[in-house]
């Protein structure tokens, strides 16, 4: 668990690193909020899992902790 300010923090960034996803071809990308793995939805964990690629980052974060970002795109 977050709090707000980091969780608003993380959607920035989110939203800064969602550029390098779009093209002139694709659609305006934007983060929508930050889940836990085991909340998610059916159809999230069905999509995760046919991913047509994956880019896994280990990371930490000063103050909050390690953690594990992944990219998924279908």
């Not at 993380?10 to 390098?20: A, F, G, K, P, T």
């Amino acid at each position: 668990i977050i709090n707000e300010y980091a969780n608003d923090s993380i959607c920035e960034v989110m939203n800064i690193m969602s550029r390098l996803f779009m093209s002139q071809g694709t659609g305006h990308l934007r983060f929508g909020k930050l889940e836990s793995y085991s909340t998610l939805p059916t159809e999230i964990e069905c999509l995760l899992n046919t991913a047509d690629k994956k880019s896994v980052y280990q990371i930490s974060v000063k103050k909050y902790g390690e953690g594990i970002l992944k990219y998924f795109t279908n």
